[in-house]
């Protein structure tokens, strides 16, 4: 895969998922703290999101800092706009903020009902549509 | 480059950032590979965290996640006391 086919598929994955998370490792096992508190504040408000670990591939990193110029992982992205990284999620967790921009202000039972997806329940993994 | 193998302190991220931003005012702690940055700047106003974080971001480059291993910032928007 050349780099602008990751590109396109990084994109892609952005654009299909209306909440989506690059980060290091899986949800069920992060590999950086950064990456960890991040899953564990979605996880939190009780979003449904889509994840990408960037590990497997250093063209995942680079290619996605290129599209959003935004240099660490991870990254969050709701409606295929950068919200942020762990510093910013957990100001926006912090002050409430979170569950508004994603959707989920009547709570997490009626948030995930009224949201879900289905596509964005399931992981997803880059490496793997390849 | 970031190719210089000396490691970081949190009083260069400091100077850094201050002399990058105008106006700035940092408070950095850290390891030499984790750092938090508290950083409030006039430049600020009026900019959503990306955009203020990207600020502070663009004053280090490429050495963030190399030499700079990990940089947690906050920031504020502070007034310009000189223009007031």
């Known amino acids: 895969m050349s780099e602008n086919q990751m590109r396109d598929a990084i994109q892609e994955a952005i654009d299909s998922n209306p909440v989506i998370l690059f980060m290091k490792g899986t949800p069920e096992s992060p590999m950086c703290g950064f990456s960890a508190r991040t899953v564990a504040m979605l996880n939190s408000v009780g979003a449904s999101f889509a994840a990408v670990d960037v590990l497997p591939d250093p063209r995942i990193r680079q290619e996605l800092s290129s599209i959003s110029s935004w240099p660490t992982i991870p990254q969050l992205f709701v409606e295929g706009e950068l919200v942020g990284g762990c510093d910013i999620v957990t100001e926006m967790y912090e002050s409430g903020e979170l569950t508004r921009a994603l959707g989920l202000e009547g709570g997490p039972s009626a948030g995930s009902d009224g949201t879900a997806d289905g596509a964005s329940d399931a992981p997803l993994t880059i490496e793997n549509r390849l | ?84």
Do not use: C, W
């Not at chain 2, 970081?8 to 931003?21: D, Q, S, V």
């Not at chain 2, 390891?31 to 009026?46: L, T």
């Open chain 2, 1 to 84: 480059m970031s190719d210089t193998s000396e490691s970081a302190t949190p009083e260069e991220l400091k100077i850094r950032i201050e002399a990058g931003i105008p106006g700035a005012v940092a408070s950095v702690t850290g390891d030499g590979h984790h750092f938090n940055a508290v950083i409030s700047a006039p430049a600020f106003a009026g900019l959503g965290r990306i955009a203020q974080h990207r600020l502070v971001y663009d004053v280090f480059g490429d050495e963030i996640g190399g030499r700079i291993h990990a940089l947690s910032i906050q920031t504020r928007a502070s007034e310009a006391e000189e223009t007031r």
